[in-house]
């Protein structure tokens, strides 16, 4: 008996032992079956055949094969296969980050009540009767529905099955082709006879199509109706058919196509449309036909095009300062590598990046380019993957899944913004796809470019270590200066102006200076909301979320306090909940409130917001930055989004509120995230030829990460950050590993955790554990958490034993998240 190892998608289970039924073919790595998981029948992925030592009828067998080739290319398996275990989860879980949507099917339950459950439904009670009499219809529901309605319990449900009053099926949702098909109307052999006598005019009448032959119970003394003529007449000039909509939108109605197919007129087939994201993207007209490259940037593209010439793996990083070129030379080298013959992945952080970045390529590469994120619609995602897999383009454009694109003979990958934290995935797989493209291009001996102004401090480790090659690019394009920064110390404004002031004098008179100069401003401040909390004077409480260990944050044009973490959202209250004190006031402020302070002062500008709670609605944020970007806006006050890879030349003033605001943060990477996020963001300005200028408020002016962000100068911002990391054993000088631990109570967690870590220590590891201790976030969506660190030089072994020592509490294991390499510890 053949046996197969197929992966499900099913969180933190390994790849399991299935038996081959008696078919004449093996499944091939990639290819899509169904199998039996408890009592469902799902989508598994092939990852390769295997032996069973001994025979065990308990091994289940594959239900159907459902492809005859790889479905998902083999590289892309074994892929996902190092994501599983590198980043300690299911080999499912990694897969199903790789596969298409629209591409699973699995069965649902159905209850449908029996004969004997109609003649016992008076003589039940409770929960069994209520569940009865919603099935009397003797229409089949689904089994979730009825439970998650409240009108019974899973228990209750197996018991009147077990009873044999009502039976449960699982019939497959899904189908193995999710392309979307469009009906299309031809004319018959009959219909094209007619077409002289529905024309006024002679004509040409178009070659005939193949449909079936006129009934032979068709009068020819009826000539077709006028509508029917003229639509007669536009499927004569079409020798492939009309889409049945293009035909309505031209007054064809469905009951007109359909007395004609009567009359043995017309037939009908389906065509196969593929659903296009292009509309999504920036046309990059405005971009010159040729581009003069400085000498700077000419010595880094021969660089880089030796290393993708090479034909074997390398990483390049490239550092270059905001406006410096990157993505002119991201341009030039996708294009060499195109010519010969090869493929290229473009990975970008942002989803608001994308119709930009997409659109550059696409004025240089055509409709040979696709885009993958999950802001497109399944359908889009869907059909940009097979074309990707059909090997019909050039270059995969997207966020940080579209790592696992399946791009014939992939040559480059290219990492933009390389150090962002958008790479990282939150749930798991908690995979960084900068670190899976390196992998990727390593497997497929391509070429990987990790690009920044502000290096991760891994990837700028990794080339003073000679790992990476280290291209620099230290100036802007036509000798552009860099923003001229002027730093505020907020705590003498306070002492000046008061507590309350949010908008510093400096930045306001900036500000109204490049009003009447007709100019653009930025302001960020990296936090949502109108204030971050409401504080009751009487009693000294604070509003706060039930669920987590955060106040809830105030949204004035929602009229909604809210937890940014698990969404639970009340009105904002007039009285203290606690005490019913009338004395309440809003604390901190967040983009909603500073834009709401430069209204007020400006109440001629015309004022936009970018955060979450303004481009909710598919495409909001694009179009918002395409009226900026024409100058329809005059100050964009925004979060972390604003701050990274957009190219405004009329904006010549960035402002930032509370710099600071994440060097409090319980994170070891709070003071790179903090010169990052202020590097970037004073790179907006100036980028046109009028020369920028950013204006800094910060509490903390002598804090390292603000001093060297406002001179731009990365490296000296680099020697202080890793020698703290040094001394502190921090990555990347050492490999850390983040387990948190949730249970009912704190208590519950830490003991919990501390069994975890006790299964750790046997003697002589090598590696040393930190904890266990409360998280800095101790309560998150109604569940306590328990942190510990693992921190090391071998990642092999430390995965190993965490692993090991919770597959021994499978208890546990269900409620420990375990993130490898973490981006933060919070």
Same mark, same amino acid.
């Given at each position: 008996m053949r046996h197969i190892r197929v992966a499900v998608p099913v969180p933190a289970l390994e790849a399991l032992t299935y038996r081959l039924p008696d078919i004449s073919i093996d499944p091939v790595v990639g290819a899509r079956v169904l199998v039996p998981l408890g009592k469902r029948i799902i989508t598994g992925v092939v990852t390769g055949p295997t032996v069973v030592e001994a025979e065990d009828d308990g091994i289940k067998m594959v239900v159907d094969l459902l492809d005859g080739e790889a479905f998902l290319p083999a590289e892309i398996v074994s892929l996902a296969l190092w994501v599983a275990d590198y980043y300690a989860c299911g080999a499912g879980e990694a897969i199903g980050a790789a596969m298409p949507p629209r591409a699973w099917i699995e069965s649902e339950r159905h209850a449908r009540i029996t004969d004997t459950g109609h003649a016992r439904m008076l003589l039940e009670r409770g929960a069994r009767r209520e569940i009865l009499e919603q099935l009397a219809s003797e229409k089949p529901l689904r089994v979730d529905t009825l439970i998650g309605e409240g009108r019974g319990t899973h228990g209750a449900v197996l018991g009147l099955e077990r009873d044999g009053l009502l039976t449960i099926t699982r019939p497959l949702v899904g189908s193995a082709s999710a392309f979307r098909t469009v009906r299309v109307a031809h004319l018959t052999a009959q219909g094209h006879e007619v077409v002289p006598a529905a024309q006024p005019t002679s004509g040409p009448a178009g070659p005939p199509t193949s449909g079936p032959t006129d009934p032979p119970t068709r009068r020819r003394a009826d000539p077709p109706t006028g509508r029917q003529q003229e639509a007669i007449r536009l499927l004569a000039s079409a020798p492939d058919g009309i889409d049945s909509a293009e035909l309505g939108r031209r007054g064809i109605t469905p009951a007109i196509l359909k007395r004609l197919s009567v009359l043995g007129l017309v037939t009908f087939t389906r065509r196969r449309v593929e659903r296009d994201p292009a509309e999504h993207a920036s046309a990059a007209s405005d971009r010159p036909a040729v581009v003069e490259l400085t000498a700077e940037q000419r010595a880094a593209f021969d660089r880089l095009t030796r290393l993708a010439q090479s034909g074997s793996f390398?990483?390049?990083?490239?550092?270059?300062?905001?406006?410096?070129?990157?993505?002119?030379?991201?341009?030039?080298?996708?294009?060499?590598?195109?010519?010969?013959?090869?493929?290229?992945?473009?990975?970008?952080?942002?989803?608001?990046?994308?119709?930009?970045?997409?659109?550059?390529?696409?004025?240089?590469?055509?409709?040979?380019?696709?885009?993958?994120?999950?802001?497109?619609?399944?359908?889009?995602?869907?059909?940009?993957?097979?074309?990707?897999?059909?090997?019909?383009?050039?270059?995969?454009?997207?966020?940080?899944?579209?790592?696992?694109?399946?791009?014939?003979?992939l040559g480059l990958i290219i990492v933009d913004e390389e150090h962002d934290g958008s790479y990282k995935q939150e749930e798991s797989p908690r995979y960084n796809g900068r670190d899976v493209a390196v992998m990727r291009a390593r497997a497929s001996g391509a070429l990987a470019v990790l690009g920044s102004a502000t290096p991760s401090l891994e990837s700028f480790y990794n080339?003073?270590?000679?790992?990476?090659?280290?291209?620099?690019?230290?100036?802007?394009?036509?000798?552009?200066?860099?923003?001229?920064?002027?730093?505020?110390?907020?705590?003498?404004?306070?002492?000046?102006?008061?507590?309350?002031?949010?908008?510093?004098? &400096?930045?306001? @008179?900036?500000?109204?200076?490049?009003?009447? =100069? !007709?100019?653009? %401003?930025?302001?960020? /401040?990296? +936090? $949502?909301?109108?204030?971050?909390?409401?504080?009751?004077?009487?009693?000294?409480?604070?509003?706060?979320?039930?669920?987590?260990?955060?106040?809830?944050?105030?949204?004035?044009?929602?009229?909604?306090?809210?937890?940014?973490?698990?969404?639970?959202?009340?009105?904002?209250?007039?009285?203290?909940?606690?005490?019913?004190?009338?004395?309440?006031?809003?604390?901190?402020?967040?983009?909603?409130?500073?834009?709401?302070?430069?209204?007020?002062?400006?109440?001629? &500008?015309?004022? @936009?917001?970018?955060?979450?709670?303004?481009? =909710? !609605?598919?495409g %909001?944020?694009?179009? /918002?930055? +395409? $009226?900026?970007?024409?100058?329809?806006?005059?100050?964009?006050?925004?979060?972390?989004?604003?701050?990274?890879?957009?190219?405004?030349?009329?904006?010549?003033?960035?402002?930032?509120?509370?710099?600071?605001?994440?060097?409090?943060?319980?994170?070891?990477?709070?003071?790179?995230?903090?010169?990052?996020?202020?590097?970037?963001?004073?790179?907006?300005?100036?980028?046109?030829?009028?020369?920028?200028?950013?204006?800094?408020?910060?509490?903390?002016?002598?804090?390292?990460?603000?001093?060297?962000?406002?001179?731009?100068?990365? =490296?000296?911002?680099?020697?202080?950050?890793?020698?703290? +990391?040094?001394?502190?054993?921090?990555?990347?000088?050492?490999?850390?590993?983040?387990?948190?631990?949730?249970?009912?109570?704190?208590?519950?967690?830490?003991?919990?955790?501390?069994?975890?870590?006790?299964?750790?220590?046997?003697?002589?590891?090598?590696?040393?554990?930190?904890?266990?201790?409360?998280?800095p976030l101790s309560r998150l969506k109604g569940e306590y958490r328990a942190q510990f660190f693992v921190k090391g030089t071998q990642r092999a072994a430390m995965r190993k034993a965490l692993l090991a020592a919770l597959e021994a509490r499978p208890d546990i294991r269900r409620r420990t998240t375990v993130d490898v390499d973490p981006m933060s510890v919070l």
């Open positions: 390398a990483t390049a990083l490239l550092h270059g300062v905001t406006g410096s070129g990157k993505t002119e030379l991201y341009l030039r080298l996708a294009r060499e590598v195109a010519a010969a013959g090869r493929g290229v992945i473009v990975l970008v952080p942002e989803i608001a990046l994308t119709p930009a970045v997409a659109g550059s390529f696409r004025a240089l590469f055509g409709d040979r380019v696709a885009i993958q994120h999950s802001g497109l619609s399944d359908g889009e995602r869907h059909d940009q993957w097979h074309r990707i897999r059909r090997a019909e383009i050039d270059v995969v454009v997207g966020t940080r899944s579209a790592v696992f694109a399946p791009v014939h003979r080339a003073q270590n000679g790992r990476y090659e280290l291209i620099t690019l230290e100036k802007r394009v036509l000798d552009r200066p860099m923003a001229a920064v002027t730093i505020v110390d907020m705590r003498q404004e306070y002492a000046d102006v008061g507590p309350d002031v949010i908008v510093s004098r &400096a930045l306001a @008179a900036a500000i109204e200076e490049r009003l009447g =100069r !007709r100019e653009q %401003a930025m302001v960020l /401040l990296n +936090r $949502r909301g109108f204030a971050t909390s409401v504080f009751c004077r009487q009693c000294g409480q604070t509003l706060d979320c039930p669920n987590c260990s955060v106040t809830l944050t105030v949204h004035k044009a929602a009229r909604r306090a809210r937890c940014h973490y698990c969404n639970y959202a009340v009105r904002i209250p007039s009285a203290c909940v606690h005490c019913s004190g009338q004395y309440l006031e809003h604390i901190g402020f967040g983009t909603e409130r500073v834009e709401h302070e430069i209204a007020e002062r400006f109440p001629d &500008a015309r004022i @936009a917001r970018v955060d979450r709670d303004t481009i =909710r !609605r598919r %909001a944020i694009g179009a /918002l930055l +395409r $009226r900026f970007s024409a100058g329809e806006i005059d100050v964009l006050v925004g979060t972390q989004m604003i701050a990274k890879g957009h190219d405004f030349p009329q904006v010549t003033l960035v402002g930032v509120v509370s710099a600071d605001v994440g060097l409090g943060l319980a994170d070891f990477r709070a003071a790179e995230r903090t010169f990052q996020l202020l590097t970037q963001v004073a790179g907006r300005a100036g980028r046109g030829e009028i020369a920028g200028e950013a204006i800094v408020q910060t509490i903390h002016p002598g804090h390292y990460s603000i001093r060297h962000a406002c001179r731009q100068d990365y =490296r000296a911002f680099y020697q202080d950050e890793i020698g703290y +990391r040094q001394s502190m054993r921090y990555p990347p000088v050492r490999a850390m590993i983040n387990a948190v631990v949730k249970a009912p109570t704190l208590e519950a967690a830490l003991a919990d955790a501390a069994k975890v870590i006790n299964a750790l220590r046997p003697g002589g590891e090598p590696y040393k554990v930190l904890g266990p201790a409360p998280a």
